[in-house]
């Protein structure tokens, strides 16, 4: 039966320095927002003009849907695959994150098994394949058609596609 099988090859004490380290990583952050909140509360607060459920909706169509990016098709496709892939890739690892650490350990039980793992794996690396396709796509965009309007860095974009799917390929368990 197919399983997501976590950890798999590592020892204990690596296990647990991963979760230490991601409590000092979770105190680091909280502590950053704190500091920007307690900043932004010193200041005076702003008449904002209109309808509060229209700037919402605005928002969610904006954030969501993308919907200025994708006024122009190809930097907008580019950044719609590379932002839905990657919040599918974050729900999915907190959905794993979830399935180990409260349901296998606390309840004896693991959501990810069977035909629901297959299809949990199938969505991710589909969505994982868009977000090396966007990618692959911004750096088309930025090194060799180089529009005027961007700035050309260096390379900054070779790290975020070497390091995303070679992971997950690795991380596919069906015995």
């Known amino acids: 039966m197919p399983i997501r099988d976590t950890f798999w090859n590592i020892p204990h004490w690596a296990e647990t320095a991963q979760y230490i380290l991601a409590l000092l990583t979770a105190i680091v952050f909280l502590y950053g927002v704190t500091r920007r909140v307690l900043r932004w509360r010193k200041g005076r607060s702003e008449k904002r003009p209109g309808n509060f459920g229209a700037r919402l909706w605005s928002i969610v169509t904006q954030v969501f849907g993308q919907r200025r990016t994708l006024e122009e098709k190809y930097p907008g496709l580019m950044h719609f695959t590379i932002f839905w892939g990657m919040l599918v890739l974050a729900i999915g690892t907190a959905l794993a994150t979830i399935d180990w650490d409260v349901t296998h350990l606390f309840f004896g039980f693991q959501i990810l098994t069977g035909w629901i793992y297959v299809v949990y794996e199938l969505i991710l690396d589909i969505l994982g ?6 990618l692959c796509m911004a750096i088309y965009r930025r090194y060799i058609s180089r529009p005027s309007r961007l700035q050309n860095f ?8 070497s390091t995303s799917s070679p992971y ?7 015995p």
């Not at 997950?168 to 069906?174: A, K, L, M, N, P």
């Open 129 to 134: 394949l868009l977000v090396i396709a966007g």
């Open 154 to 161: 260096p390379l900054n974009l070779l790290p975020n596609c």
């Open 168 to 174: 997950r390929s690795t991380s596919i368990s069906v």
